[in-house]
């Protein structure tokens, strides 16, 4: 019998990441609005790109139109998730996986050792995601979401700056550029 090879990632060519402008507002609030019960208001977004020095937001395009986005804040070693999204019509073609890359690669250059989120419990798909990129649960918040009172599970990756890290990081890199 033959054996089973990993199919490597699906590379995808006409997608790319960059920092997020504010004329990319208007297309990230709706796809916030399209994945997101509780959304962020409209002017947080533009509040987060021109006052939080902390903040670092990145969008990925596919045939240049927006079609998700993701942010970090980087507080001296510790960077945190702050929103990670992917329009519902463009999941399931690594476009979410390679926007979380580009955060933990931001969050390696800007210092940081380690790196946090928290994610609705009911949430796997994006669990899963974490869980590949190195994050454990390491505490839950009950009723932590106030519009429908869910908990939040807090996950934790690092260190960001250990080998082993480094490792896990390269493996799944590679299977871009296969
Ligand atoms: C979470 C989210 C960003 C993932 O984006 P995506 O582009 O669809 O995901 P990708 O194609 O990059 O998949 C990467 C990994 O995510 C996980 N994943 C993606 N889709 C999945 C599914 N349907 N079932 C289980 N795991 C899934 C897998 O670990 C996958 O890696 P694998 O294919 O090697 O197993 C997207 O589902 C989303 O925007 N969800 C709504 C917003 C949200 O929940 N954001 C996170 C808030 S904490």
Not at 104 to 109: N, R
Not at 142 to 155: H, K, P
Request: charged share 25%; hydrophobic share 40%; proline share 3%.
């Amino acid at each position: 019998m033959k054996m089973e090879l990993e199919r490597p990632a699906e590379r995808p060519d006409r997608f790319s990441v960059a920092p997020m402008a504010t004329s990319d507002v208007a297309a990230v609030t709706r796809i916030e609005r399209a994945c997101f019960s509780a959304v962020w208001p409209t002017d947080a977004f533009y509040n987060e790109l021109s006052t939080n020095k902390l903040a670092h937001y990145f969008v990925g395009r596919y045939r240049d139109r927006v079609v998700g986005y993701g942010g970090i804040w980087v507080i001296l070693e510790d960077a945190h998730v702050t929103t990670l999204a992917v329009d519902p019509e463009h999941r399931g073609r690594k476009f979410g996986e390679l926007l979380l890359l580009r955060l933990v690669d931001e969050a390696i250059a800007r210092g940081a050792a380690w790196m946090t989120l928290e994610v609705r419990e009911s949430n796997t798909v994006a669990q899963r995601l974490y869980r590949k990129y190195g994050f454990t649960t390491v505490t839950m918040r009950t009723g932590y979401y106030s519009d429908d009172n869910e908990s939040a599970l807090i996950m934790w990756a690092g260190s960001l700056k250990s080998e082993l890290y480094g490792n896990r990081l390269r493996v799944l890199r590679e299977r871009f550029s296969g």
